[in-house]
């Protein structure tokens, strides 16, 4: 060959491997380093063993946090997906079918085009509108629109209620995409087979728990696991909204929130990496976990 | 009863289907219930954001008046004015636009030149470069945040753009370098081969017979790389700090300090402007390329 393969080979791979490594893989590597230190951040680094876990192991508010994380991985995806799964289908078979097709309701495409524009939208930037959503005077949006002199709702002050009111935004914001998701997939089912099933008689909802969830099985899938690693991270939406960052006392402090508050205000850089490393940890865990409790025949087309 | 709304092209089959006599009525309520559930959410989506707009031409009695969606007195855009320069959205704007400008044509430069020679060469360490890569796709970027600040100091990269944007790059490679590589891997062998023949070097075949024959799986991944870089708040608000790093905030940073400010200084209008000026581009644009930006982000999920 004329022209080298190796040196192009080199030329091409070099600079994005060694952007990669110097600031990914080094950094993930420390990360499992740091967390058997003390370091402060600033100063010399001695190893300390597993000290750090064993502050975990009793920091109360590790374990509010990761039930805080765990309650997010729960009722975050099965609510985006009941909403986005109905959506999906009202806007693909809801229209009943006329002339031999199945047909989604009128302004099908207007709705979907509005539902996804929320995730155009930065994270922070829907914190920031939610704020004050949810301002508990008369300038909030829903407290402005209860009739007057009716007790205001706390939504971020309020502890019972302060962690459900920020899963709420990151469900206005996730839905619409979903619904486009599943709505792709929905797209590639067949309309025969609705054709077949309308004519053996059955109705809607049988249509939809018999045919379109088992069909769209695999997207669902995905979609569980995407809205899973949205739960574990919220940074942006507890950070920005929560009062006193986290609160009210702890009520919506996750592990997230808890790392960078360790590493940039608390001086405890070795603690937020241990702490990382547990994220780490129950990532892998609900990775595995989602692997294992979702494996199912995928019903071939 | 027999169809009389169906379109004369279709006759035979319509008749089979009309075999229930109540499936008419069970469609009209089925469908009203529909149209219910989809407006009452088209509402829960839009109204925030309407009322966004309104609040933001209201003064603050207005705002505090109990009326979300009344009206405001006037239409006077001071309080645009004053988000623009006195709060400096202008400049968190035009920082960002700066460095996702230069993040996104970066990560699509080095991502699909590193994708293309993983999908299409072999050579000894092709595998485990590949995997390295696509393993950052399992590690949530938290993690790594704490010794990412440690190595940008050493570089003494902590509040530059430069710094910001070589994170940007490098955290949005794996993904870039998965899917690109895939979509290589799609891509006929004849032309290159053709190419080969004419004498055209690799680095020529690359730029002027892979890189267009890649081009919609190019655009998808800018666009997703995009909204990404662009609504990233986590890394600018890691990186971005220290003496002065205020005047090079990104748009989200300062979007949120804002909120924080507008607390103390009761000057909710000019937030309310803020958080209009920085949704109106993203109307604007989703408006003009809807299509290619839902295909862009639903990329990745539907692989």
């Known amino acids: 060959m004329r022209h080298g393969k190796y040196p192009f080979i080199i030329g091409f791979l070099v600079v994005p491997v060694a952007l990669y490594v110097t600031f990914v893989v080094a950094a993930y590597v420390q990360t499992f380093q740091l967390a058997f230190t003390d370091w402060s951040g600033l100063g010399p680094i001695s190893y300390v063993g597993f000290e750090n876990f064993v502050t975990m192991w009793n920091d109360s508010l590790f374990w509010r946090s990761v039930q805080h994380n765990l309650f997010v991985l729960l009722v975050l995806p099965i609510i985006t997906i009941a909403l986005a799964l109905v959506f999906a289908f009202l806007l693909n078979v809801g229209g009943g079918h006329k002339g031999g097709t199945t047909r989604g309701v009128w302004?099908?495409?207007?709705?979907?085009?509005?539902?996804?524009?929320?995730?155009?939208?930065?994270?922070?930037?829907?914190?920031?509108?939610?704020?004050?959503?949810?301002?508990?005077?008369?300038?909030?949006?829903?407290?402005?629109?209860?009739?007057?002199?009716?007790?205001?709702?706390?939504?971020?002050?309020?502890?019972?209620?302060?962690l459900i009111s920020i899963v709420a935004v990151l469900v206005w914001q996730s839905v619409g995409f979903y619904v486009v998701l599943?709505?792709?997939?929905?797209?590639?089912?067949?309309?025969?087979?609705?054709?077949?099933?309308?004519?053996?008689g059955a109705n809607r909802v049988t249509l939809f728990f018999r045919i379109?969830?088992?069909?769209?099985?695999?997207?669902?899938?995905?979609?569980?696991?995407?809205?899973?690693?949205?739960?574990?991270?919220?940074?942006?939406?507890?950070?920005?909204?929560?009062?006193?960052?986290?609160?009210?006392?702890?009520?919506?402090?996750?592990?997230?929130?808890?790392?960078?508050?360790?590493?940039?205000?608390?001086?405890?850089?070795?603690?937020?990496?241990?702490?990382?490393?547990?994220?780490?940890?129950?990532?892998?865990?609900?990775?595995?976990?989602?692997?294992?409790?979702?494996?199912?025949?995928?019903?071939?087309? | 009863m027999t169809s009389t709304e169906a379109p004369a092209a279709v006759p035979a089959k319509t008749s089979s289907a009309g075999r229930k006599p109540d499936t008419k009525r069970e469609v009209n309520a089925f469908s009203s219930l529909a149209h219910i559930a989809l407006f009452v959410w088209a509402l829960a989506t839009a109204g925030p954001l309407i009322w966004v707009v309104l609040s933001s031409f209201k003064n603050n009695t207005e705002i505090f008046l109990g009326q979300p969606f009344g009206l405001p007195s006037s239409f006077s855009f001071q309080s645009y004015l004053d988000a623009w320069t006195t709060a400096h959205v202008g400049q968190y704007f035009l920082n960002s636009v700066f460095v996702v400008v230069l993040s996104t044509a970066g990560t699509m430069l080095l991502g699909s030149m590193a994708a293309y020679v993983l999908a299409r060469y072999r050579f000894p360490g092709n595998r485990a470069i590949y995997y390295l890569f696509v393993s950052g796709?399992?590690?949530?970027?938290?993690?790594?945040?704490?010794p990412l600040f440690f190595i940008l100091k050493s570089f003494g990269l902590i509040n530059t753009f430069t710094g910001l944007i070589l994170v940007y790059i490098a955290y949005s490679l794996p993904f870039t370098v998965f899917f690109m590589a895939a979509f290589f891997k799609t891509l006929p062998m004849e032309i290159e081969e053709a190419a080969t023949m004419d004498g055209a070097s690799h680095t020529r075949k690359f730029f002027q017979i892979m890189v267009?024959?890649?081009?919609?799986?190019?655009?998808?991944?800018?666009?997703?790389?995009?909204?990404?870089?662009?609504n990233q708040y986590l890394l600018p608000v890691a990186i971005m700090q220290g003496a002065g790093a205020d005047s090079k905030w990104v748009l989200t940073q300062g979007i949120a300090n804002i909120s924080t400010s507008a607390g103390y200084q009761a000057q909710w209008s000019t937030l309310f402007a803020a958080l209009t000026l920085s949704i109106l581009p993203m109307i604007i644009v989703y408006a003009i390329f809807q299509r290619q930006i839902q295909a862009g982000l639903t990329a990745g999920a539907v692989k």
């Open chain 1, 212 to 301: 379109t969830v088992p069909l769209l099985w695999q997207t669902i899938q995905v979609a569980w696991v995407y809205l899973g690693i949205a739960a574990f991270d919220c940074f942006a939406l507890v950070n920005i909204m929560s009062v006193e960052r986290g609160g009210p006392d702890g009520a919506t402090s996750v592990l997230s929130l808890m790392i960078y508050r360790n590493a940039f205000e608390f001086s405890q850089a070795g603690y937020a990496s241990a702490l990382g490393v547990s994220l780490f940890i129950l990532t892998l865990a609900f990775a595995a976990l989602t692997l294992r409790v979702t494996r199912r025949d995928a019903v071939e087309m």
């Open chain 1, 182 to 200: 599943f709505s792709a997939g929905m797209g590639s089912i067949s309309t025969e087979i609705y054709e077949a099933a309308a004519i053996d």
């Open chain 1, 107 to 162: 302004g099908s495409k207007l709705y979907r085009v509005l539902f996804f524009f929320p995730q155009l939208l930065a994270l922070a930037i829907v914190a920031v509108i939610f704020g004050r959503v949810y301002s508990p005077d008369e300038s909030g949006l829903i407290n402005g629109l209860l009739p007057s002199g009716s007790e205001p709702i706390l939504f971020l002050a309020d502890g019972n209620i302060a």
């Open chain 2, 137 to 146: 796709l399992a590690f949530p970027t938290f993690m790594a945040l704490v």
């Open chain 2, 212 to 230: 267009p024959m890649a081009k919609s799986g190019l655009v998808s991944i800018t666009i997703f790389n995009i909204v990404g870089q662009w």
